[in-house]
């Protein structure tokens, strides 16, 4: 079908010129040159500097395909066969797979109008990797109106080529970053009745607070909330006035996310009061979980069936704990988070990471067939939560 030749050109291109989130000029241009030498129309983001998205097809409705397109600060094996010409920096997280495979999907599109009713929009997004991500930003584009769906495939190296997870439900977790400032008059470690003894009250606030949110969570829902910073005084005979607090809460439901927060803002001020000190709570990014539509799921698990491809699917019952901003635009259109196979070694973000070029193949002959699929079952309802 599509010259995977051609592709894997792309690829290696895109693999050894890796750029780090929100600075993906050259990867930008690349995309809209090789989609120009198509006769594709490639639109740049009007908020953001890089990335972009390209349509092909005609009418509606528009089923959306989200390829991210950053990199990461590691330096890459030197072993590797295909090696990043940018020195640490490098495409460990297979986004340079992603952005293949949605070049490969405008091209098969573009050169098969016939099979389109609707129109297929590639959203190439900058910064996935940073916090902030780039999602929100694409979220505030006026480039969702007609979105029926949107699909977006994750490779992991683990798993064979051609298998695909399939969630129902929750794919990864939900992701907020948790800062907190505990503030107190500060004096002499010889009178710690006389002021407030900081570092013992952080050491309360700290196994309280933590102690507190899982009392108030169903002990069904998962939570995961830790600290990884903490800091706070100077030397041995003061007792600081100020103790910062950095963590993470993950969830597997937006629900418990929005619960855990006013848990986290509710015991804060509390125990403020019983210890006379102030705790400013912040909240300064919150990534959702990524949930897959019910329907979106049951359509691909019946093409998967009917191409008698079911066996490459997998449904695994743990979804991951890790997040993705992919979770921003499902408040826009029911979405698909497929996590595929790259048949490879190491593991996401080392510097080790290697997956099987096979994987650009077997990604587009499925998508590409689902994508078909979904443009003549239109339009795609989102199936409401019983
Ligand atoms: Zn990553
Ligand atoms: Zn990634």
Redo the contacts with the bound molecule.
Sequence with gaps: MINSENLYQLWQYLHQNPELSFKEHHTTQFIARTLKNWGITFRRFKNLETGGYADVGSGGPVVAYRA?IDA?PIEENPAHSVISHNRGVMH????DYHTTIGLGLLKYFSEKPQKTGGRLRVIFQPG??AAPGGAEKVLAENIWQDVKGILTVHTQPQTPVGTFSLFRGAVQASSTSVKILLKGPGGHTSRPFESVDLINVAGQYITQLQSYVKQKTDVRDAVAFAFGSINGGETHNIIPDKIFLWGTLRTLDNEVLARCLKHIQHFSSSFAKLFDIQIDVQFPTICPAVINDANLVRKFYDFMQEQNLEQQIQMPEKPSM?SDDFSFYLKKAPGLYLIMGGGGKGA??SPDLEMDQALIDSALEVLSGFISYLFKETPIKTEKKT
Excluded: D
């Design positions: 991210e990461l460990a997280c297979g986004h996935e990797e890790g996401l973000h």
